[in-house]
């Protein structure tokens, strides 16, 4: 199923965003590290809030992101906790599963309807998306980014797509 193989990148990616910004915080302005732990921090809260409805259970947040900023630790743990856990869900949602419509209130009061497919696809761009404007804060500061292609993901993942010989 090709939503596994796109949440197992999700996950390896938010891994090397996040070594990178490890290994460097400490040559970040204070303001800009704090923008880079906030903004992984909002897509990890927001992942937590869709695990929640598609599960149908309580939200665990009432915001789309916490009023205090946590330590990096914390947010790798969080965020790990919950791409493990899409990653488990996208191995193993049937085709049915992924058609089941999903109603819910947005934290902003409005209601919503998607389909579970439909919020797998939302994690995916909205993770990559902000995981882009986070890489974007280490390098204007001239700071390491990651090279968390896809096809550089697909390729460690899976060596032997290194030495095709259909090209």
């Not at 992942?47 to 946590?70: K, Q, V």
């Not at 993770?127 to 697909?154: C, I, Q, W």
């Amino acid at each position: 199923m090709q939503f596994a193989k796109a949440f197992q990148y999700k996950k390896w990616a938010n891994n090397e965003l996040l070594d990178l910004g490890e290994q460097q915080f400490s040559k970040l302005p204070e303001s800009d590290g704090t923008f880079f732990i906030r903004i992984l921090n909002h897509t990890t809260v927001v992942d937590s809030l869709f695990i929640s409805r598609i599960l149908g259970e309580p939200e665990n947040y009432s915001g789309d992101n916490t009023m205090e900023t946590p330590a990096l630790l914390e947010l790798r743990e969080t965020m790990n906790q919950n791409d493990s856990w899409l990653v488990h869900y996208a191995e193993s949602a049937s085709e049915q599963e992924l058609k089941r419509i999903v109603s819910f209130k947005f934290v902003d009061g409005d209601t919503g309807q998607l389909s579970v497919e439909e919020i797998l696809i939302h994690l995916l761009t909205h993770g990559s998306n902000h995981r882009g404007m986070a890489s974007r804060t280490l390098a204007v500061n001239s700071l390491e980014r990651p090279k968390d292609t896809f096809t550089r993901y697909l390729h460690q993942a899976e060596p032997s797509r290194r030495s095709g010989t259909n090209i």
